[in-house]
RNA sequence: GGCCUUGUAGCUCAACUGGAUAGAGCACCUCACUACGGAUGAGGAGGUUUGGGGUUCGAAUCCCUACAAGGUCACCA
């Protein structure tokens, strides 16, 4: 459930229920609320209340409502008025209310405390389901950019969220990697970049694999892939002593992208430790008859749903993916008592989900409907589709330090004030290339495909991470230059520009956007609500002076403004997991 | 073939979930700099929101239909 958390716009809805009361007309301060909205143009108002929804149970034309709702209206508090425009009512305010509700709560940082959601569930997040023995390449960042985002918002937005992940660390995939390595490999194992190594193995064995499909040898590769899987399953022999040890240097390289992303799960589920598990469940419920033997396999018939046949156990008795996943869920719910399940994963798997999600009630398991998959599409590059198994990709710590060398030569060419240390200049390059990277990937709608392509995004112009980071350097510039002029008591009121008017709503905004941003599943709200801060701004900037300001109280007025557009800034890059830059 | 997603300026995307004149960024053309950091701003041009119906005061948004793109539909994960 949401708060009304802005005060203005409470005011606003209270004042118009009691006026809808003079038409008989009973609203909730929640739906007036909910209906008032953005007015187009600043010179149209403020706020925004459409009174077409009354017409034909008022019998009565829009404007005409509007002007009765106007006459009817109790006395606005101080700063508040009504104006007519057609059929809407809108309100004005003035910026000193605006200033002393809003900006000095952004100032001293209690407006990001304000208690957006009330009795909202405690929900798990599982994201970035990464897989041993196989590279790790651009399109498993969106996931993690994507779950990473989410788990801030819905953080920010009052839920309380445990984040997971689920490795994959077993599977013909691993058995495949390990059997190259073990027959087929005449290299030696690399000092370093393991992790990265075991990817080209697995290619390497898929495209062998594939070369020998039809041959005389492929028998025997299956038979001796299902010697690997054997002793995997065991827990004993040559092969399940390889897996151990090459299983940690993919993990070590994933603990690499992830401290540079800024990335931390509170609980990893590897699907090695549910594997047995799910097999007993779904034996369990076998047993029970809710589960059917089909063709010497379990599973479950969800025809009549449309969703097919959804096999558990393979007919050598093995679980398979369905099969994991429902040991898993089970063991969230039991592990966490959360009341909400999210998936991040991407859109092939929305079949799966659908299944696992219809077994999990037919299971009778009450927090079935609880689970959510979230959907989202692909990054391709210009080359087309990328797959581990082909051997096609760059892994992502080589695209990293490409965009980070690029941008510390950008900081170099650019930059202006003291020379800058290796180390700073490290660390702000590191900054900018994860802003580059997470902003580019994050102002997209999750349903959207993305092309990556490295030269494009490379350019910094418009709207990327780096001209966000751009505006907030440049702010801070500012800020800091003028710190000792900054005065305790600031007179909004004379902050009467357009522009400024503007930046005022817009900061006014933020915590709404973050709610939706979390509850719509879309950090892209998030990402384009600061580009138009930015936008916003940057006008402002070119058109107006803060250090010339006319008067003394309007330079402390827009010194203030700045400042908590500054942090607004910040605050929302950081929903985004996105670091801010000192200098840059 | 069934189901899901998507279709908006030349290109890449928005549009506060049904509201006011559909907005940005690239690219293109004009302007504005001994500046508060030009990694900028202002302006111009660019639209039958894939086509066709429907719902209503009102549709890019909801419904139907055709078309196009992508995904998916039992021993992969």
């Known amino acids: 459930m949401q708060v009304m958390h802005d005060k203005i716009k409470l005011e606003l809805a209270d004042a118009l229920r009691s006026a809808l009361k003079h038409f008989d007309t009973e609203m909730e301060t929640e739906e007036v609320y909910a209906l008032l909205s953005v007015p187009p143009n600043v010179k149209m108002g403020h706020y925004a209340f459409p009174c077409f929804s009354l017409a034909k149970a008022l019998r009565k034309a829009p404007p005409a409502i509007a002007a009765d709702l106007q006459a009817a209206l109790p006395a606005l508090s101080e700063g508040l008025s009504s104006k007519l425009v057609g059929p809407y009512l809108n309100f004005v305010v003035n910026s000193q209310v605006l200033g002393q509700a809003i900006m000095q709560a952004i100032l001293d940082g209690s407006y990001f405390a304000s208690e957006l959601t009330r009795e909202v569930p405690k929900t798990m997040i599982e994201f970035s389901q990464p897989n ?27 839920y309380e969220v445990v984040s997971s992940t689920f490795p994959g660390d077993v599977g013909t995939h691993v058995a495949k990697c390990l059997w190259y390595m073990e027959n087929k490999n005449e290299e030696p194992v690399p000092e370093s970049r393991r992790g990265i190594w075991l990817g080209e193995m697995y290619a390497k064995a898929n495209s062998l694999l594939k070369e020998e499909t039809g041959t005389e040898r492929e028998e025997i590769n299956r038979a001796e892939l299902t010697e690997v899987l054997k002793q995997l399953e065991k827990g004993e022999g040559k092969y399940y002593e390889l897996w151990k040890e090459t299983r940690q240097w993919s993990i070590d390289g994933m603990k690499d992208a992830y401290n540079w992303a800024g990335v931390s799960f509170d609980q990893w589920y590897w699907e090695s430790e549910v594997d047995s598990d799910s097999v007993k469940l779904a034996r369990e419920y076998l047993a029970k008859g809710i589960f059917i033997e089909s063709e010497g396999t379990v599973g479950v018939d969800l025809e ?31 592990d966490y008592e959360v009341e909400k399940n999210i998936y991040v994963v991407d859109k092939r798997q929305e079949h799966h989900f659908q299944q696992v999600f219809a077994t999990l009630k037919r299971m009778g398991f009450e927090h079935a409907d609880k689970c959510y998959h979230l959907k989202y599409d692909f990054v391709s590059t210009s080359e087309g589709m990328l797959a581990s198994r082909k051997g096609n990709i760059q892994p992502v710590m080589d695209i990293i330090e490409a965009m980070e060398q690029h941008a510390k030569q950008e900081i170099v060419d650019h930059s202006t004030g003291d020379a800058w240390t290796e180390e700073e200049l490290n660390r702000t390059g590191s900054i900018i290339a994860k802003g580059a990277l997470k902003y580019g990937m994050l102002k997209y709608d999750p349903a959207k495909p993305i092309v990556f392509d490295m030269d494009e995004w490379m350019k910094w112009d418009g709207d990327s991470g780096p001209y966000l980071h751009y505006q907030y350097v440049r702010i801070n510039s500012l800020c800091k230059r003028l710190a000792e002029e900054m005065q305790e008591n600031v007179d909004w009121a004379v902050l009467k520009e357009d522009k400024e008017m503007e930046i005022l709503l817009k900061l006014a905004s933020f915590n709404q956007v973050a709610v939706n941003a979390a509850q719509q599943y879309r950090p892209n709200l998030m990402a384009n609500y600061l580009f138009e801060l930015c936008k916003l701004y940057s006008s402002f900037w070119s058109a107006h002076s803060v250090k010339d300001a006319a008067t003394d109280e309007l330079k402390t007025a827009r010194l203030a403004m700045s400042q908590a557009v500054s942090t607004v800034l910040k605050k929302g890059l950081g929903l985004l997991a996105i670091p801010v830059p000192e200098r840059m």
């Open 132 to 158: 041993t023995h196989k590279a790790l390449h651009i399109g498993h960042l969106r996931n993690t950019f994507l779950g990473d985002a989410l788990i801030k918002l819905y953080r920010y937005a009052g």
């Open 304 to 334: 009549d749903e449309g969703l097919g046949y959804c096999m558990l156990l393979k007919s050598d008795g093995n679980g398979n993916y369905a099969a994991k996943d429902i040991e898993l869920a089970r063991r969230k719910f039991a």
